[in-house]
């Protein structure tokens, strides 16, 4: 019935949708990381000896 595939198009539609908003998740999370590690990484090769007396 066209009811039905009315539905169908529009689960199609949804389940794109949520593709591409976990694809746009997983882009911010990937950036996050990257952000993270390069404040982590600040002082790395600026000749920087760190010790630790234990």
Known sequence: ??????DESNDE????LRLSEE???QEEEEE???EL????NINQG???Q?????
């Open 1 to 6: 019935t066209p009811e039905e595939s009315e």
């Open 13 to 16: 539609e949804d389940q794109e």
């Open 23 to 25: 694809a746009r998740i």
């Open 32 to 34: 996050d990381a990257d």
């Open 37 to 40: 590690y390069r404040d982590v």
């Open 46 to 48: 600026r000749g920087l």
């Open 50 to 54: 760190v010790t630790q007396n234990v």
